[in-house]
């Protein structure tokens, strides 16, 4: 008896031991024809933690589609990606849950918080013990959203690719690392051992990295049953046209449907396998058999820059855009099955990882690749700086875009906090430069053994980036403090500079500045034309650092020679022996923009031919200017033209600098000057100089937030010449000077979008304060409501009363300050003259009180009739010196074809009248336009900063 109850006891004891692992057992069963799936589900949840738990976190990551107010929703409004908000309610996905149950049969309470309705908040029946597990059994249906999204859902073709669809438990580590699906695919969850059986029509293949176990099949349907090991990624495909290979090498074995356009398939073959092999001896043996990669995959996490240019211009072989295509995508999805760190909030290691090997194999296989590919070796471009760059210098050019534009964010800043372009670019750069920025510091390949070791001994197990670090600092004498306070947790630039530089007949002792507040080295290069003598690195340089070295054959030094530290401005380090200055450096001149080249002060040429008012009519010149593709604090341009049509010479010219301020809600302050001479009228030509002074603000805390805010002040001195053969009259007064103070503030988003600014004017005859309020709302039906206020008031006013120039405009501004981009500024009739700019009155229709020389007030109005057909109408009081406040009013159709860009106006009823009856009611049609390329960019701007 004493021996039966033993081994029952050894038998529950072994039992709980082996079973208390977290498990998930599903049945799903797919209909297709409604893209729903019937979910059956038992989950087995551990305790791992050292706390009592009362409640279990479920991931309902499919409820992030289920209204326009979801976290994810936001996220594509914050973005500019409309399609979602545009979205039909049976295109979006949600889940309904029915049963949710524990191993005794009793219904458990659950909940879902507003700001986070993809989490479930269940509570348990019984408080959860350290050690021992809770079983959940439940019972639901997931509603498919579309692909066209986020990648993930059904597609036009009723193919399925599923990631995050069905619910999983979130990780406890003290706290309950919970967070909303904001399309980041970083949902954290502990490895679970997984039992599928997916039920689905016959037509369909199904693809998965889990191993398949069982296949049956009935005359209309299939049961596939998958297994699995500690695994957290089930990415699931349902597809009626499988482009999926599968590839077998002595690693593992890939899944994939990466397009192999121009390589053959034993070169696919080869590849597949010397990439597999190049992640095993690196990273460590793969623990499942299978390792899936899609298209979606690559096009989520792609090879920005040349790669991505179309098939007709190819700067790299086939082979080698498959392999960095195929590896990068196999390296971010190694290291998610494999590497578990939260991967919100401690991702940079994994991205690191992953943009550190892919540098080393970049080097290690394609060394002598540039960075413009097989470009560098055509004349012509095989002189400019870019052409002698590596292909791995890429990745710091993208990195340094964000530096230098101040954008720049922390590596321990939350994912979903970081702008799109550091969170799918530069963060993942520096974090990959920084690991080899470490690996140059330490040496002795201290870092790349680290790194190899805590991926092995940490496989498949949860852990962090702060257990890297504590190993990393055991494996070397030398302090890397600075690596992670400094370089990882903050924005902090790197500026260095040698100054102070003495020489003797056996010695050189120097000064190295350090520019910026941190306790990063740097290296120090000694040099004998251009050959490396000796690598020094410089640690604790608290501002300065004075030092002396032996003088031996050195004739130059510098610091980052090699460009392995991502440095802000290379341009002062370096220092001559020799008898001349060695920054003095000679200037270099290159048709086209370049990348920057430190050793040279740069001076591009760029050919214009532009159109910019048909008084000029064509213009051609060129513009000189040091401009890279990096930004500079200090900028310049000149632009001589010559007009065809005024036949006379035009252009301008402008300087300025940027002080990039960090870590404070003032972001920049600029100092300019511009000058331009151009035509506004036949025959009449301008000349405007302007100094000027901005101060940009922004919310240091959200770089996220479009709201953004500047003040502005310049000076404007202007003169007008008038020609013999000018058809506009002579000016009493053709050269007046304008201070101008503008304070604007705007919020440009999708949904909601407001702007207002405050803009004063003291010139000798007039001054004047205006205020301009501009809101858009987009609202969940798809109307879109627009609002504009504008009133304005002279503060004195001697100018002389029989012209209008100086006054506020109700629909076509004098444009006085020449700001506005008119084709045809001083037109009184035709297509140019019916140019509309909104602003000041903004009306549209031309009323018989068109101007104000004392004080104006309208509002403007439209709202959605039809997709982009709106309707509009304007009123407002105009008042002039001698004359009573006239109400004026007009109404119409708007044809909205890209907003703020390009519109149409159709007036129907004003002051005048039903216009829409009157004669030549073509030329009463307004016109808003911009042929300017700035501007139009800026569509593609906002969706990435």
Same mark, same amino acid.
């Given at each position: 008896m004493k021996l039966k109850f033993a081994l029952i006891i050894t038998v529950f004891i072994c039992s709980s031991v082996v079973g208390a692992q977290n498990r998930i057992d599903l049945k799903a069963d797919?209909?297709?024809?409604?893209?729903?799936?019937?979910?059956a589900q038992k989950i087995r949840y551990e305790n791992t933690s050292n706390d009592t738990l009362n409640f279990i976190y479920l991931n309902d990551w499919n409820s992030a589609y289920a209204t326009k107010k979801t976290p994810l929703a936001e996220r594509f409004t914050e973005e500019f990606n409309d399609k979602f908000h545009f979205a039909k309610s049976d295109q979006r996905g949600?889940?309904?849950?029915?049963?949710?149950?524990?191993?005794?049969?009793?219904?458990?309470?659950?909940?879902?918080?507003?700001? #986070?309705?993809?989490?479930?908040?269940? @509570?348990?029946?019984? *408080?959860?013990? *350290?050690?021992?597990?809770?079983?959940?059994?439940?019972?639901?249906?997931?509603?498919?959203?579309? @692909?066209?999204?986020?990648?993930?859902?059904?597609?036009?073709?009723?193919?399925? #690719?599923l990631k995050y669809w069905y619910l999983t438990p979130a990780v406890y580590d003290g706290a309950w690392q919970t967070y909303s699906n904001k399309n980041l695919d970083d949902l954290y969850i502990p490895p679970s051992d997984i039992n599928l059986e997916i039920s689905f029509p016959l037509e369909y293949q199904l693809i998965s990295e889990l191993d398949t176990e069982d296949i049956q099949q009935t005359i209309l349907r299939q049961t596939y049953k998958l297994s699995g090991k500690q695994r957290v990624n089930t990415s699931l495909i349902l597809s009626k046209f499988s482009e999926y290979k599968f590839v077998q090498t002595d690693d593992f074995t890939i899944v994939s449907n990466m397009a192999t356009k121009g390589i053959s398939i034993e070169e696919k073959a080869l590849a597949t396998d010397k990439i597999t092999q190049f992640i095993t001896e690196n990273l460590g043996t793969y623990p499942h058999k299978r390792l899936l990669i899609t298209k979606n995959d690559y096009k989520k996490d792609p090879l920005y820059g040349l790669n991505q240019l179309p098939d007709f211009i190819r700067p790299f072989p086939d082979r080698f855009q498959y392999e960095l295509k195929l590896l990068k995508t196999a390296l971010n999805n190694y290291l998610e099955n494999t590497l578990l760190i939260n991967p919100r909030k401690d991702y /940079?290691?994994?991205?690191?990882?992953?943009?550190?090997?892919?540098?080393?194999?970049?080097?290690?296989?394609? *060394?002598?690749?540039?960075?413009?590919?097989?470009?560098?070796?055509? /004349?012509?471009?095989?002189?400019? #700086?870019?052409?002698d760059l590596e292909y791995n210098d890429q990745f710091n050019l993208f990195y340094m875009q964000m530096v230098r534009t101040n954008r720049d964010q922390p590596l321990t800043m939350s994912k979903d906090s970081l702008i799109k372009f550091n969170a799918n670019i530069a963060n993942k750069y520096k974090a990959g430069i920084g690991l080899r920025y470490l690996d140059d510091f330490v040496n002795s390949e201290v870092v790349e053994g680290t790194i190899s070791d805590f991926l092995k001994n940490n496989k498949v197990e949860i852990t962090s980036s702060k257990k890297f670090e504590n190993q990393l600092k055991k494996n070397t004498p030398k302090d890397v403090n600075w690596f992670f306070t400094d370089y990882v947790a903050t924005s902090k630039k790197l500026d260095y500079k040698i100054?102070?530089?003495?020489?003797? $007949?056996?010695?050189?002792?120097?000064?190295? #500045?350090?520019?910026?507040? !941190?306790?990063?080295?740097?290296?120090l290069f000694a040099l004998n034309n251009d050959s490396i003598l000796s690598k020094t690195w410089i640690e604790n340089i608290d501002h300065k650092k004075t030092i002396t070295i032996a003088r031996d054959s050195i004739d130059r030094l510098a610091l980052n020679f090699d460009n392995s530290i991502p440095e802000l401005n290379l341009r002062d380090n370096y220092k001559s022996l020799k008898g001349f200055p060695f920054n003095n450096k000679p200037f270099q001149f290159r048709v086209i923009q370049d990348i920057e080249d430190p050793y040279y002060n740069q001076v591009f040429l760029m050919p214009l031919v532009e159109f910019n008012n048909i008084y000029d009519g064509l213009t051609l010149g060129a513009k000189f200017y040091n401009k890279t593709l990096l930004r500079k604090r200090l900028n310049y341009k000149l632009s001589p033209q010559y007009a065809t049509k005024s036949k006379s010479l035009t252009g301008g010219g402008s300087v300025s600098f940027t002080h990039n301020?960090?870590?404070?809600?003032?972001?920049?302050?600029?100092?300019?000057?511009?000058?331009?001479?151009?035509?506004?009228?036949?025959? @009449?030509?301008?000349?405007?100089?302007?100094?000027?002074? +901005?101060?940009?603000?922004?919310? $240091?805390?959200?770089?996220? +937030?479009?709201?953004s805010s500047y003040l502005n002040f310049r000076y404007l001195s202007i003169s007008r010449t008038i020609g013999e053969n000018a058809i506009i009259e002579d000016l009493d007064e053709p050269d007046y000077s304008v201070l101008n103070i503008r304070f604007v503030k705007?919020?440009?988003?999708?949904?909601?979008? +407001?702007? /207002?600014?405050?803009?004063?004017?003291?010139?000798?005859?007039?001054? $004047?304060?205006?205020?301009?309020?501009?809101?858009?709302?987009?609202?969940e039906s798809n109307r879109q409501l627009n609002l504009r206020f504008f009133a304005g008031t002279f503060l004195y006013n001697n100018t002389d009363l029989s012209s209008n120039y100086f006054s506020f405009a109700l629909d076509r501004p004098t444009d006085y300050l020449f700001?506005? !981009?008119?084709?045809?500024?001083?037109?009184?009739?035709?297509?140019?003259?019916?140019?509309?700019?909104?602003?000041?009155?903004?009306?549209? +229709?031309?009323?018989?009180?068109?101007?104000?020389?004392? /004080?104006?007030?309208?509002?403007?109005?439209?709202t959605t009739i039809w997709k982009y057909i709106e309707g509009y109408g304007d009123i407002g009081l105009v008042k002039s010196k001698g004359d009573n406040p006239a109400f004026v009013y007009d109404s119409g159709i708007k044809l909205d074809l890209v907003t703020d860009y390009f519109e149409l106006y159709f007036p129907i009823y004003s002051n005048l009248g039903w216009e829409i009856g009157q004669p030549n009611y073509d030329q009463k049609i307004r016109i808003k336009f911009t042929l300017d390329p700035g501007a139009l960019l800026g569509l593609f701007r906002r969706k990435w900063y």
């Open positions: 797919f209909d297709v024809s409604k893209k729903t799936i019937q979910i949600y889940t309904v849950l029915t049963v949710l149950k524990d191993s005794l049969g009793n219904s458990l309470d659950y909940s879902s918080e507003r700001e #986070h309705p993809d989490v479930i908040k269940v @509570a348990l029946q019984t *408080p959860l013990a *350290p050690n021992g597990f809770y079983e959940l059994f439940l019972n639901y249906t997931v509603v498919v959203p579309d @692909a066209t999204f986020t990648g993930y859902g059904v597609d036009d073709l009723n193919n399925y #690719h /940079w290691l994994r991205d690191g990882v992953q943009i550190y090997y892919l540098m080393k194999y970049v080097e290690g296989f394609y *060394p002598d690749t540039k960075l413009i590919g097989t470009l560098a070796d055509i /004349w012509g471009i095989r002189s400019f #700086h870019a052409a100054q102070d530089l003495k020489k003797t $007949k056996d010695s050189v002792t120097l000064t190295i #500045h350090n520019k910026r507040d !941190n306790s990063m080295p740097v290296s301020v960090e870590n404070t809600s003032l972001y920049y302050i600029n100092y300019g000057f511009g000058g331009k001479y151009n035509a506004f009228a036949e025959d @009449a030509f301008v000349t405007v100089f302007t100094p000027s002074l +901005s101060f940009g603000f922004r919310n $240091k805390d959200d770089f996220r +937030s479009n709201e705007s919020d440009p988003g999708l949904v909601n979008f +407001s702007k /207002w600014y405050y803009d004063v004017q003291f010139a000798q005859k007039f001054g $004047k304060v205006a205020i301009n309020y501009e809101y858009r709302k987009l609202s700001d506005y !981009n008119y084709l045809g500024r001083s037109e009184d009739s035709g297509i140019f003259s019916q140019q509309i700019i909104i602003a000041e009155g903004g009306f549209k +229709s031309r009323l018989e009180t068109p101007f104000a020389n004392q /004080w104006m007030v309208t509002g403007n109005a439209s």
